[in-house]
């Protein structure tokens, strides 16, 4: 098993490296699963604009809440296939939720849909390297981060319903820190490779919710900013 804190040592080209062949080839897997959600994301919320799409946001929620335990359901059990097929129709359905919001900025304020882009894929590079360049085990870091979003989650709904005055502002400076953590915690996971925590799909699955949620902090942070 592959100890993340003590890798094996690449010495050759220049400037070898610490990046094991195993870690490569997940990292590349995942990167690729990321990449293409993103894609089908982007189609679905061109198709939104297009073609008039939208789905109600409770149905949506729903939806993409009962789809993320079906992925996760269908790789566990080994239908990689199925839960492929499941995280494309997710990535297209989250494309289309968030086209409504994404059509609003882009009348009012595009400069903050540009650099919520720019500042989530910059957010992505530097958690990465990090991660890569450093021999930090993120192991202890993910049961916190999960009650942190839980406790974030409860507030947000406490300010919307319940009027708590909490400001906006703070609520996505504690969440945008919460997923900027995830972020590094699941980078880790790819380098790590713990037993029954290796699955490409997954592991994309958790970025690719990590990117969409700093992407529409961001979003909200530059849209209030200007």
């Known amino acids: 098993m592959y100890d993340p804190n003590n890798p094996t040592r690449s010495t050759t080209g220049i400037g070898a490296y610490d990046v094991p062949g195993r870690t490569t080839s997940l990292l590349d897997r995942v990167l690729g699963w990321l990449a293409l959600s993103l894609v089908l994301t982007t189609g679905g919320v061109y198709g939104s604009f297009a073609f008039g799409l939208q789905v109600p946001w ?8 009962g789809l993320i335990f079906g992925i ?5 059990s080994g239908n990689t296939a199925l839960g492929a ?7 297209v359905a989250e494309g289309m939720f968030i086209a409504p919001i994404l059509q609003i900025y882009l009348r009012v304020d595009p400069g903050a849909v540009g650099n919520a882009v720019l500042g989530t894929a910059a957010i992505f590079f530097v958690c990465a390297s990090v991660v890569w360049v450093t021999n930090h085990s993120f192991a202890g870091w993910g049961k916190w981060l999960l009650g942190a979003l839980l406790v974030g989650i409860v507030l947000m709904l406490a300010t919307v319903f319940l009027h708590l005055g ?13 997923f900027v953590g995830l972020t590094l915690f699941d980078f880790w996971r790819v380098k790590a490779q713990r037993p029954g925590d290796d699955s490409a799909l997954l592991i994309a699955l958790s ?6 949620n700093l ?10 900013r200007n």
């Open 58 to 65: 409770f149905l949506a929620f729903i939806l993409m809440i």
């Open 72 to 76: 996760q359901g269908a790789v566990r």
């Open 85 to 91: 097929a499941m995280f494309g129709v997710f990535a």
């Open 166 to 178: 909490i400001p906006q502002l703070m609520l996505d400076l504690f969440l945008g820190a919460v």
């Open 207 to 212: 970025l690719y919710l990590d990117f969409i």
């Open 215 to 224: 992407f529409l902090i961001l979003l909200r942070i530059f849209g209030r």
